[in-house]
């Protein structure tokens, strides 16, 4: 009698210690800043906190680095019939192309927006060197990770869909991550996400 009962206290013991590791560990994911639940936890991964303007890089589910991030405005420009909402899109992405030196080719909007005339879209105006800082992320659908020549912008919510970061972060990502490296990007807190509603008819543009 005495020998079955240690054998259940040792069992009870074992179940317990196991339920215990089990909540500790669901509760340290939940906790884990910059990576959320759904989140991929193998391999590197990129991810952006759009509430918190904050971005981080991820291996195996080990944070390795993480800074301030410019993200999506949420303003919407409208021109006549064309309406351009200056968000950062969320979601899953992936890096289809690192860019050396990138310059920014000026679309309509930009022009709009400071009240001058749209050139022709093969106007020398429309190419602008040293905006996007020294390294970029291509994420496609003209949406990019890059450096920035406003550093006052980072932390802030001023880009038209692009992310924004410090010169030596995006060095960082651009050494450190290869083409097809995934990217998650996600409102921790979505009540401080912007605007809310569909996207159709509306654009999500670079810078």
């Not at 991964?45 to 800074?67: E, K, M, P, Q």
């Not at 690192?98 to 927006?113: M, Q, R, T």
Request: with cysteine; charged share 25%; hydrophobic share 35%.
């Amino acid at each position: 009698m005495t020998r079955l009962s240690n054998r259940f206290g040792s069992r009870l013991i074992a179940f317990a210690v196991l339920t215990l590791a089990t909540t500790l560990h669901a509760g340290a994911q939940q906790q884990s800043e910059g990576l959320p639940l759904d989140a991929p936890r193998v391999g590197t991964l990129i991810t952006v906190d759009v509430s918190t303007n904050r971005a981080y890089l991820f291996r195996d589910g080990v944070l390795i680095r993480r800074s301030n991030a410019a993200t999506g405005s949420n303003k919407i420009l409208r021109s006549g019939r064309s309406v351009w909402w200056f968000r950062t899109p969320r979601g899953r992405h992936q890096v289809v192309r690192k860019i050396k030196d990138p310059v920014w080719k000026k679309p309509d909007w930009a022009f709009i927006e400071e009240g001058k005339k749209v050139p022709s879209p093969q106007s020398p105006l429309r190419e602008e060197r040293g905006k996007m800082g020294k390294y970029a992320l291509d994420l496609g659908e003209r949406v990019m990770i890059h450096g920035t020549n406003d550093p006052k912008s980072i932390g802030r919510r001023v880009s038209h869909g692009c992310i924004r970061l410090p010169n030596d972060m995006i060095a960082f990502l651009w050494r450190e991550v290869e083409v097809g490296t995934e990217v998650y990007i996600f409102d921790s807190d979505p009540a401080t996400g912007g605007l809310k509603g569909s996207e159709t008819g509306l654009n999500d543009l670079d810078m």
